[in-house]
């Protein structure tokens, strides 16, 4: 079992609506965790990241959430763009990962915004 | 300040022949981590080089090797190659295993046929 599960697997919206991606992991404890947003073919950048001690944080017109109770986290996309079509990767770093800053990536939310 | 760059960014091997992937850190960054990223799935850490020497490695065999050079850029070297090797392979630098967060390359895309 994947310690980083994301849904949906697949999104597709309208541009202008907004949408939320979801993340759920096993990891724990857990230093930080990271959204990042990857085009078709080209390297992850990164859009947040939160500390296990922060509930949210915002880039723009992202947004993203983290509840450490239930280990979930969400990512908010607000007035979609067509430029927001992607895929969307949760990433989690391991408070523990025997001296290298370990990240645990998650399978994605790929997100196509149609017009 | 320059990004990360890999190189080539497109390659087509065949069953049983070896391979190398370079990389260039970011200016400044003295880590580079390499990902294996197959179609439809996020990258799975192969290993990471701290100051030349590796400190971290993912659940890959043998045949995945690499160097970090004086100047912090990068090889991956995987010999033997086979199909399920296809795949997207991502570098990533960063200063001091992270600090500061990660600087992706774009990529290679390696074809095994």
């Known amino acids: 079992k994947n310690q980083v599960e994301q849904s949906p697997q697949s999104l597709i919206i309208l541009e202008g609506k907004n949408c939320t991606l979801q993340?759920?992991?096993?990891?724990?404890?857990?230093?930080?965790l990271r959204w990042y947003k990857q085009d078709t073919g080209r390297g992850p950048v990164s859009l947040t990241i939160?500390?296990?001690?922060?509930n949210t944080k915002s880039n723009g017109r992202y947004t993203a959430t983290l509840d450490a109770d239930t280990k979930q986290s969400s990512l908010h996309i607000t007035a979609s763009q067509l430029s927001d079509s992607a895929s969307y990767i949760c990433?989690?770093?391991?408070?523990?990962?025997?001296?290298?800053?370990?990240?645990?990536f998650g399978a994605g939310t790929r997100l196509a915004v149609h017009p | 300040e320059t990004g990360v760059t890999q190189s080539p960014t497109h390659l087509i091997k065949t069953r049983g022949q070896q391979v190398t992937l370079r990389c260039s850190s970011q200016?400044?960054?003295?880590?580079v981590s390499w990902y294996q990223q197959a179609l439809g799935q996020g990258p799975q850490f192969i290993f990471q080089?701290?100051?030349?020497?590796?400190?971290g490695r993912g659940n890959f065999p043998p045949r995945f090797s690499g160097l970090q050079f004086p100047n912090y850029s990068s090889e991956l070297n995987v010999n033997a190659l086979e199909l399920d090797d296809s795949a997207l392979y991502l570098c990533?630098?960063?200063?001091?295993?992270?600090?500061?967060?990660?600087?992706f390359g774009s990529g290679t895309r390696l074809t095994v046929v």
């Open positions: 990533a630098s960063s200063l001091n295993q992270g600090a500061g967060g990660y600087t």
């Open positions: 993340c759920n992991y096993t990891v724990s404890p857990f230093s930080n």
């Open positions: 939160m500390t296990f001690s922060e």
């Open positions: 990433v989690v770093s391991p408070m523990f990962s025997g001296g290298y800053n370990k990240l645990i």
């Open positions: 200016s400044g960054h003295n880590t």
């Open positions: 080089y701290y100051r030349e020497e590796e400190n």
